[in-house]
């Protein structure tokens, strides 16, 4: 908020030289640089305060907050409104900026899962690898691989993560955006592309979680690739 009374206070000095409109996109770049460094409240504030600052430093009467001539009180509402757009569009860039930067992050987990399968990396290895990853996409309370595929997830009663990435419970759709994953159980995740490989008993108990689609399709993604490790850990464990 000093921000733009310090340059609407400085601009006042100079009335003489430099016209309103002159003073009002200086005060706008001051938002924008808020806008960029802060978050929505900040440039919120600016946007007021710069609006604020444009009536009382530079309209007339002077140091008064109030303003007679039409076109002032056009300039200060343009003023606030330009300031909170920028604010707005400025967040907007850096939520596309943040999921431009998940999106290469799940795309750079999946192919290293899948070069650990094709170069037949140690079964364990696989298994922790693409357990630890998923745990990260769905920022879960654990992830734990369970070789058995004696039953599926409708026997025992348990939500299941299906491979099209949606969540099923006793035959009906888990809406996640809103519902959030289930937390009275744990979540089953099918491991590679069949029903013998095992699969990833995924905990979501001590918070609500709401991943969306893409996050959900890129954990399916992922525990396909131990379709040729779920044997080997069975017979390990058998061992």
Known sequence: ???????????????????????????????????????????????????LSFDFFLTVPYYQFAIFAREDVETAILLLAIGVAVTEISLWGRRQQSQSGRREGYLAGVAHAARMAADGSPTEDLVATVGRMINDVLDLDDTRYDPSSGHTAEQSGRPVLDRDGVVRWRGHVVDVPREGLPTMDVIELPAGRDSSGGRFLLT???????PNREQLQVAVTLAEQVTHAAPAVRRDERD
């Open 204 to 210: 979501a108990s001590s918070r609500v979680r709401r």
């Open 1 to 51: 908020m000093a921000g733009p009374v310090v340059v609407a206070a400085t601009a006042s000095l100079l009335r003489e030289l430099l016209a309103n409109t002159s003073a009002a996109l200086v005060l706008v770049l001051v938002v924008v640089a808020v806008s960029v460094a802060g978050d929505r409240a900040a440039g919120v504030l600016a946007a007021l305060s710069a609006a």
